[in-house]
């Protein structure tokens, strides 16, 4: 699987996964004008592996943010950078969260879909279950009746 990021604009490539990865998570900063950008988001499925039949299920969430606000140079000041640290820590908390939102979700639709397929499977074997007892019990009947007719000894006047 390839994913690939760039500004649509110029055509430059911002993220190029690298090749074979299964998952993992980027960030691109792309300039400081971030207003009126376009950009292509591209995922290939071009897998060669020999143990998958070519189709699989990708999971993914784009999120948007943006950097926090600066003080110009001079007017940084101790605390300034305490509050600064303290927000880039709790912005990381935060996306750590949504990302792991992100997966659980995943989780849960693929298990939803896993149990009506198993569901389904149930079902259709349990028809198939019900009619193979009745052609058994059939058959058996069948057999009996044969056996009586066979063994019957008939006695003519």
């Known amino acids: 699987m390839s994913v690939s990021l760039s500004n649509a ?9 690298p090749s074979g990865a299964r998952g993992g998570h ?3 900063m792309d300039s400081k004008s971030y207003s009126n950008k376009v950009y ?7 897998v060669d592996d020999e143990e ?14 943006y950097p926090s606000r600066a003080l110009p140079e001079g007017e940084i000041g101790p605390d300034t ?13 935060q996306q750590a969260w949504n990302n792991m939102l992100d ?10 879909l896993h149990q009506e397929m198993n569901d389904s499977i149930l079902s259709r ?3 198939w279950t019900y ?24 006695r003519y006047l």
Do not use: P
């Not at 998958?52 to 943010?65: L, P």
């Not at 509050?83 to 908390?93: D, F, M, P, Q, Y």
């Not at 997966?103 to 939803?112: D, G, I, L, M, P």
């Open 103 to 112: 997966h659980y979700e995943f989780v849960r639709n693929r298990e939803a």
């Open 81 to 93: 950078k305490k509050a600064s640290e303290l927000v880039t820590k709790a912005t990381s908390v």
């Open 131 to 154: 009619i193979e007892a009745l052609l058994v019990v059939g058959m058996a009947t069948g057999q009996v009746l044969y056996w009586k007719r066979f063994f019957e000894t008939r």
């Open 40 to 46: 292509a988001f591209c995922i290939g499925n071009h």
């Open 52 to 65: 998958t039949d070519g189709s699989f299920d990708v999971g993914f969430s784009i999120r948007v943010t």
């Open 26 to 28: 980027f960030s691109v």
């Open 9 to 17: 604009e110029t055509g430059e490539v911002l993220y190029d996964a």
């Open 125 to 127: 074997l349990s028809w």
